[in-house]
């Protein structure tokens, strides 16, 4: 079995807030996460080279012979084909940027030590085609191959549970269902491209449906939404009302009326009832979106550009969020009219005010939240949002004047 590490670009800091609180790998695009297609195409286990703050959490693992492997890009068969024909001290790159080496163990020693290692041999991938997260729109923008591809490597040779005759189909594409999903009384259009139905997973009756889709295992999609390609719906997600070309991560609900479209949501979110963002602005012009690393607006080249939202934030009934939105790592946000463009993180209140949401309360409700899916705010996890808390304490320039809560 090969040992495959992904590590962490200078792309990570675009990747914020999403990247606060885990590797790059550790986004879901598609179906999987990007991990878990490496482990997939592999048929290994991943280890990580990441921030010194996450590594207890995401360790590394290092054995004599090593693949290490950029975390921002997806596998293809290309890519894994030249990746398996490396030789010891060789590597790929895309236009000039490291995608893919083979090391030994003593390079890496000598990395850790901050000491010289052997030159490696590189060479140019060219036209190989592969995909690569750059920036956080592109989760959802890629999301429509990424579902696609994910699905013939789940799915290739294998046998999907029969649906109930209560369900009407639309078109002849694929559709896959896991063992345990349940799916009544629910219209599934796949003319626009393949849906997915994880393990255990639900779709409630009314449901409104359009490919590409990916429903995760133990996710629930509830009674009467409408939902439109490319979406996935991360495991222990819950999903209502009108959505658009969006990816909840994991373990997040937007479980009622309301419209979310082009937006990706970390873990352990939570919109509240009848929540909407804007994903156009009224001038049809590019939407721009918060840049950590700039610290200003940056062009993303897109017209349709919702919401981006780091773990653990939640926000109120009746939430309006405006076009292209970035809303940081533990933000509780509520009021009347629209928050400002950038939320940061550990942000309490909304367009009436913000105070900084002390991690002791902060992390009260994300024990709470993540006990009633029996796991265990730990020390770990503690100790990540609380580095958090001090890396975006810069961004709270109201600290100085306001009251903490």
Excluded at 200 to 212: F, H, K, N, W
Excluded at 228 to 243: L, R, W
């Amino acid at each position: 079995m090969e040992n495959v590490i992904l590590f962490d670009s200078d792309v990570r800091d675009n990747l914020l807030p999403l990247t606060f609180t885990r590797p790059i790998c550790e986004l879901r695009v598609g179906i999987l996460r990007i991990r878990e297609k490496w482990e997939k195409w592999f048929d290994a286990k991943v280890s990580y080279i990441t921030q010194d703050y996450l590594s207890k959490k995401y360790p590394i693992h290092i054995e004599d012979d090593n693949f290490v492997i950029n975390g921002a890009a997806l596998p293809s068969e290309p890519l894994c084909r030249l990746i398996t024909q490396l030789e010891p001290n060789e590597a790929l790159l895309k236009d000039g940027e490291l995608i893919a080496a083979r090391m030994n163990r003593q390079q890496f020693d000598s990395l850790i030590h901050e000491e010289e290692i052997d030159e490696l041999a590189g060479f140019e991938l060219g036209e190989t085609p592969f995909l690569k997260i750059d920036f956080p729109w592109e989760l959802f923008s890629l999301n429509d191959q990424a579902i696609r591809e994910d699905f013939r490597l789940l799915t290739e040779d294998r046998t999907s549970q029969k649906l109930s005759d209560s369900n009407r189909i639309i078109g002849n594409g694929a559709i896959f269902v896991e063992e345990g999903a349940t799916v009544e009384d629910a219209t599934l259009n796949t003319t626009t491209g393949p849906i997915y139905i994880g393990r255990e997973a639900q779709i409630m009756e009314g449901s409104l449906i359009r490919g590409p889709f990916a429903l995760c295992e133990h996710a629930t999609v509830k009674m009467g939404a409408k939902i439109y390609g490319a979406t996935t719906i991360g495991p222990h997600s819950k999903v209502g009302g009108e959505v658009n070309n969006i990816v909840l991560t994991a373990y997040s609900n937007k479980s009622h009326d309301g419209f979310l479209g082009n937006a990706v949501l970390g873990e352990w979110c939570n919109l509240g009832a009848d929540t909407n963002n804007s994903n156009l602005k009224n001038n049809y012009s590019e939407v721009k979106l918060w840049h950590y690393p700039s610290e200003r607006f940056h062009p993303t080249n897109l017209q349709f550009c919702g919401l981006i939202m780091g773990d653990h934030a939640k926000c109120g009934i009746n939430t309006m969020f405006n076009t292209g939105t970035v809303v940081g790592v533990s933000a509780n946000i509520f009021g009347a009219g629209y928050p400002r463009n950038f939320v940061p993180s550990f942000t309490w209140g909304g367009p009436g005010g913000m105070s900084t949401f002390q991690t002791s309360k902060a992390f009260d409700t994300a024990k709470r939240m993540m006990i009633r899916r029996n796991i265990e705010f730990d020390e770990v996890e503690s100790n990540i949002l609380k580095r958090v808390f001090e890396l975006t304490a810069q961004f709270r320039r109201w600290e100085k004047q306001s009251n903490p809560v």
